[in-house]
């Protein structure tokens, strides 16, 4: 079993930062892939991006490439989301989830978090 605890959401303007951190605990080395997920109202969940568990794959989601960047710290098992020039279409319960193997799937994740809250105003 692997807990996620999402926090650092919150409201902001347009053109403003975030980050959004994700800690981790249990069985966290059955699960060394971390991934960020999105949901805005009346939408599907979309992926944001993921990392691999020694950060040397990435991958993102193009709506946020070059906006956001994710990262982790092993040793405080956390990982993070840097959101960078927020757009109010960046509003979404963003969600942190675990998998075995780095995908863009949301279906590869079987571990999830409940989610924080972004809103970004015009």
């Known amino acids: 079993q692997v807990q996620l605890v999402e926090s650092g959401g919150g409201l902001v303007q347009a053109g403003g930062s975030l980050r959004l951190s994700c800690a981790a605990s249990?069985?966290?080395?059955?699960?060394?892939?971390m991934g960020w997920f999105r949901q805005a109202p009346g939408k599907e969940r979309e992926f944001v991006s993921t990392i691999s568990w020694s950060g040397d794959r990435i991958y993102y989601g193009d709506s946020v490439k070059g906006r956001f960047t994710i990262s982790r710290d092993n040793a405080k098992n956390t990982v993070y989301l840097q959101m960078n020039v927020l757009k109010p279409d960046d509003t979404a319960v963003y969600y942190c989830?675990?998998?075995?193997?780095?995908?863009?799937?949301?279906?590869?994740?079987?571990?999830w978090g409940q989610g924080t809250q972004v809103s970004v105003s015009s």
């Open positions: 989830a675990a998998a075995r193997l780095l995908s863009r799937n949301q279906g590869s994740y079987d571990y």
């Open positions: 249990g069985d966290t080395f059955s699960r060394p892939v």
